[in-house]
């Protein structure tokens, strides 16, 4: 599965209904469309945002982010910008200290990057009821990296979400991913049509723990 990959962005590729290239330095737009498509009267969009909600906390110094609801709204057209796979190419990301926040009935579509990212400190957060169609990377990720210690990210809960068609832009994804987090509970989601695999769970990379600090701690370094 990791050998599947494209190219995307060259005008000499273009050669299939659907497929669009575009002139960075003239912005002109190259779009074929489909049988039956006025490329005249047609809508089209271009992402910009490779975020488009944050909850960002301070776990460290005792700031979190708290019992925030978001319910039965579409999130679409996110950004593939950014460096950080995770951490600035999502839809809605929760981040550094963010709990029991709950993300219900909405909808994740046409995204450049991931659906919903529990990254690091956060900790009894729900994803319920929710569908992810077209999302270009991993619908839902819970990841950390703890390296000083057990991991702070955990207790989450990702159940009843219909998980499909995803992984449009970077292929060899999980529909749920989760690395380094511990305790969740991933449980009744529909998880098809996928390139790679439903769901992946990972233990923390070994070269992300210092030994000093968990002297204790013997190889393999899991969570």
């Not at 992810?132 to 057990?150: E, I």
Request: net charge neutral.
């Amino acid at each position: 599965a990791y050998s599947n990959f494209h190219v995307e962005n060259v005008l000499a590729a273009l050669s299939s209904p659907g497929e669009w290239c575009l002139n960075r330095e003239t912005s002109i737009l190259y779009y074929m469309p489909p049988a039956g498509i006025d490329p005249r009267k047609c809508e089209i969009i271009g992402d910009n945002l490779p975020v488009i909600f944050l909850l960002d906390g301070k776990a460290e110094y005792g700031k979190w982010i708290e019992n925030i609801v978001f319910r039965g709204l579409t999130f679409k057209h996110s950004s593939q910008k950014g460096v950080l796979r995770y951490f600035e190419k999502t839809a809605v990301r929760l981040s550094r200290g963010v709990r029991n926040c709950s993300i219900l009935d909405c909808r994740f579509s046409d995204l450049g990057g991931s659906g919903v990212v529990i990254w690091r400190e956060c900790r009894n957060n729900v994803v319920a009821g929710c569908e992810f169609v077209h999302t270009g990377d991993t619908p839902v990720c819970l990841f950390d990296y703890p390296g000083t210690g057990p991991s702070l990210n955990g207790g989450n809960q990702i159940t009843d979400n219909y998980i499909h068609h995803c992984s449009t832009v970077t292929k060899s994804t999980a529909g749920v991913r989760v690395e380094g987090s511990e305790e969740n509970r991933i449980a009744h989601n529909v998880i098809c049509n996928m390139p790679y695999v439903g769901i992946s769970v990972i233990g923390t990379r070994v070269k992300s723990w210092v030994k000093k600090n968990v002297p204790e701690l013997q190889p393999p370094y899991t969570s």
